[in-house]
């Protein structure tokens, strides 16, 4: 076994302990199909009040911009299925925020993974990405051969479905790449497109933020939801899965087992009305290590006002 193998091995044992499904690696560069796509997405407003997918374009599609040195994209993907539901007929929140916030939880995570990697191997440089920086992680799953991206958007794997986390780790560190994953398995199943409320799937594989329900209710800072969308929401109050629920794929999918995702008591048991009459104080307390903060009280009111006229 070379150094580099050995190495490989180390990591992935170590992510393996810390929660992780895997390792999947791919090398540093350019990611010109993707820059064109991204391109051709933002031209056509698709991304609606996220102006931020708008800045740092040039370190969206290469990682050696946005780490100096870089050699290898390292993805690490992160079950959040849960085993448990909501309470029936409640505001429908999306499963991954069920828990605690996994930028928090995974941060921790590829932080403590940074460390082990310079304990064991020696002066690396590199720095963990998790949904929070100009990173296109699900290409990167892709190259390094963790899954394809479904008609839906979202990155899938043959033998454990989408409800999972993407994180990548971009390092100096040579490893070898791992072949990627150069086979689409969506096939001539629409279920995905069919299902969506607001048909915000346009074309497969291309999503319109601006009828987006997960958009709509988590990064729409207006104090209304447009009049047009409001009747569409299907009972979301944060986030939406239905894309997700009907996919085939999903069968696959296995309940996670950590802790730091065990669902917020008060996420499976309010009711409707609990929600309705939910005070700004208590929203604080109850979900300040939440992914429903990013909404704020106001937009989680706003949100429940919307599902309850219908």
Not at 63 to 70: M, N, Q, S
Request: glycine share 6%.
């Amino acid at each position: 076994m070379t150094t580099a193998e050995k190495h490989k091995k180390l990591i992935l044992d170590e992510a393996l302990r810390l929660g992780f499904m895997g390792m999947y690696v791919a090398k540093a560069g350019k990611l010109e199909d993707d820059a064109r796509r991204l391109e051709q997405w933002l031209s056509k407003g698709f991304q609606a009040g996220m102006s931020y997918m708008e800045r740092n374009f040039d370190l969206r599609i290469d990682p050696t911009k946005l780490v100096p040195g870089a050699k290898t994209v390292l993805t690490f993907p992160f079950n959040y299925f849960p085993e448990q539901t909501q309470q029936p007929h409640a505001p429908k929140i999306a499963r991954y925020a069920y828990g605690a916030d996994y930028h928090d939880v995974i941060r921790a995570k590829l932080n403590a993974l940074l460390e082990f990697i310079r304990t064991n191997i020696g002066v690396v440089e590199g720095r963990g990405f998790v949904d929070s920086a100009p990173v296109l992680e699900r290409a990167w799953a892709v190259n390094s051969g963790f899954g394809w991206v479904g008609k839906n958007g979202n990155l899938i794997n043959p033998k454990t479905g989408s409800y999972f986390f993407l994180s990548t780790l971009i390092t100096d560190l040579e490893l070898e790449p791992d072949l990627p994953f150069s086979t689409n398995h969506c096939g001539s199943c629409t279920r995905c497109i069919d299902a969506c409320p607001t048909e915000a799937i346009v074309a497969p594989k291309v999503i319109d933020g601006n009828k987006c329900i997960s958009y709509l209710t988590i990064e729409l800072k207006d104090a209304l939801i447009p009049k047009e969308m409001e009747l569409q929401l299907d009972g979301w109050m944060f986030g939406c899965d239905v894309c997700q629920q009907v996919c085939p794929w999903n069968r696959f999918s296995k309940p996670h087992s950590h802790e730091e995702l065990i669902p917020i008591p008060e996420i499976l048991n309010f009711t409707q009305n609990d929600w309705e009459h939910l005070q700004e104080p208590e929203f604080k307390a109850i979900f300040k290590h939440s992914p429903l903060k990013r909404s704020k009280y106001s937009g989680i009111m706003r949100n429940v006002k919307v599902i309850s006229k219908k």
